[in-house]
């Protein structure tokens, strides 16, 4: 028997899925311990590339780096600007202005909403009953999040004071007021 077939598909993806949500609630833990005990958001996305590039150099190296086995260096390099770096950059400063669980629910959040969006217009995929409610179910979530939000800040009676203190993080509702 091969290998493929001694495994249940609907238990791997399980096992990986909770996986895949162990470790990145780990990494938005670490994220939020670093920037507390004094890194920046530059020194923690520095830490987040170069000791992963350091242990999968070898894997590069094997597959060929001349060409990056087959990719290519302009797009390599493409893709390490701006397939990671700022988006890490903007998250980790993120975690300056907000609580952890509002990170770690609002950005995979968004992520999944901006993909739905690009998915549509840049390639023509169709939206789906089931994925326009799962859409309106984030966006009520992330709506949810706001209110609750702005309620516990004082003063945040306007609902420009709640969008600005929200999108701030420490903003003044009183000027709108």
């Given at each position: 028997?091969?290998?493929?077939?001694?495994?249940?598909?609907?238990?791997?993806?399980?096992?990986?899925?909770?996986?895949?949500?162990?470790?990145?609630?780990?990494?938005?833990?670490?994220?939020?311990?670093?920037?507390?005990?004094?890194?920046?958001?530059?020194?923690?996305?520095?830490?987040?590339?170069?000791?992963?590039?350091?242990?999968?150099?070898?894997?590069?190296?094997?597959?060929?780096?001349?060409?990056?086995?087959?990719?290519?260096?302009?797009?390599?390099?493409?893709?390490?600007?701006?397939?990671?770096?700022?988006?890490?950059?903007?998250?980790?400063a993120?975690?300056?202005?907000?609580?952890?669980?509002?990170?770690?629910?609002?950005?995979?959040?968004?992520a999944?909403?901006?993909?739905?969006?690009?998915?549509?217009?840049?390639?023509?995929?169709?939206?789906?009953?089931?994925?326009a409610?799962?859409?309106?179910?984030?966006?009520?979530?992330?709506?949810?999040?706001?209110?609750?939000?702005?309620?516990?800040?004082?003063?945040?009676?306007?609902?420009?004071?709640?969008?600005?203190?929200?999108?701030?993080?420490?903003?003044?509702?009183?000027?709108?007021?």
């Open positions: 028997m091969d290998s493929a077939g001694r495994f249940n598909s609907t238990a791997v993806g399980i096992v990986c899925g909770i996986g895949a949500s162990l470790f990145w609630a780990a990494g938005f833990a670490g994220v939020r311990h670093g920037l507390t005990v004094g890194f920046s958001p530059l020194d923690l996305a520095i830490h987040r590339y170069l000791w992963a590039g350091i242990a999968f150099l070898p894997l590069v190296v094997r597959a060929g780096i001349r060409d990056l086995n087959g990719i290519g260096w302009g797009r390599a390099i493409l893709l390490a600007i701006l397939g990671g770096p700022c988006f890490v950059l903007i998250s980790n993120g975690f300056l202005l907000v609580p952890l669980g509002h990170g770690g629910v609002i950005q995979p959040s968004s999944t909403l901006g993909g739905l969006l690009l998915a549509t217009i840049w390639l023509g995929e169709k939206i789906t009953t089931t994925r409610i799962g859409a309106l179910i984030i966006v009520c979530g992330l709506l949810l999040i706001g209110v609750e939000s702005a309620d516990a800040l004082p003063n945040a009676s306007t609902l420009c004071g709640r969008c600005e203190s929200n999108l701030s993080g420490a903003g003044e509702p009183r000027r709108y007021a």
